[in-house]
């Protein structure tokens, strides 16, 4: 099954910048990383993916490291609406049909 | 708003009995996936349809079934429903076959009292 380490719980201040990190050391060549996030009460929205270089949209950076085995999630400046539950996927380039989804990392921000 | 509705958004029913919870895709996505979410297992893949035909399968009970139609709307049936059967489903829609960004509807909570 597709692994992924993440740190079961997080806290950063309000305002400032987060790194939510993620473990995937035996990832092969051809998967994709994904982050996804639940807020409280909804359903899990995408946040950002990437494959080898680093990527970045309105929401959030992602840093792949050079070996791939680990991955790095950037919330530039938290706000409280980012409290949340994040959640590392792989994913294969081939046409995987599911996400398997871990107990991803809880992030709470503090006012 | 992820574009993907979901009805009903709460169902409380006995146990035994038979739901069907919908689900519409984000126009022009093909794929439809079903999720369930219970406090004690996460997040699980269920079940996943492509332009109406089934894709893949996830840890879906035999008890529950899916379709997706030809406007690709999609349903799930859960019958036979036991207690343990209560939690949050959730659809989501991709645009094609590869599922990495998928778009998740709001969920149906059921309650099987």
């Known amino acids: 099954d597709a692994k992924t380490t993440q740190p079961n719980s997080m806290e950063s201040n309000e305002e400032e910048p987060v790194h939510l990190p993620c473990n995937h050391s035996t990832i092969s060549g051809t998967d994709y990383i994904h982050w996804y996030r639940q807020l409280p009460s909804q359903g899990p929205e995408y946040v950002i993916h990437g494959l080898t270089s680093n990527v970045n949209n309105r929401m959030a950076s992602l840093a792949i490291a050079e070996d791939r085995k680990s991955s790095t999630l950037i919330l530039h400046r938290a706000t409280l609406r980012d409290a949340a539950v994040y959640y590392c996927?792989?994913?294969?380039?081939?046409?995987?049909?599911?996400?398997?989804f871990g107990t991803g990392t809880r992030l709470t921000i503090i006012p | 708003d992820s574009g993907v509705t979901q009805t009903p958004k709460h169902l409380i029913t006995a146990t035994g009995q038979r739901v069907t919870l919908r689900c519409s895709p984000r126009?022009?996505?093909?794929?439809v996936y079903w999720y369930q979410q219970s406090l004690d297992q996460g997040l699980q893949f269920l079940i996943q349809?492509?332009?109406?035909?089934?894709?893949a399968k996830g840890n879906i009970l035999e008890r529950f079934s899916a379709q997706q139609f030809p406007d690709l709307h999609s349903e799930l049936n859960l019958s036979s429903l036991e207690l343990g059967d209560s939690a949050l489903y959730f659809c989501?829609?991709?645009?094609?076959?590869?599922?990495?960004?998928?778009?998740f509807g709001p969920g149906t909570r059921l309650t099987v009292t």
């Open positions: 996927i792989r994913t294969p380039n081939f046409g995987n049909e599911k996400l398997t």
């Open positions: 126009s022009g996505d093909l794929s």
């Open positions: 349809y492509y332009n109406g035909e089934e894709r």
């Open positions: 989501a829609s991709s645009r094609g076959l590869a599922g990495g960004e998928q778009y």
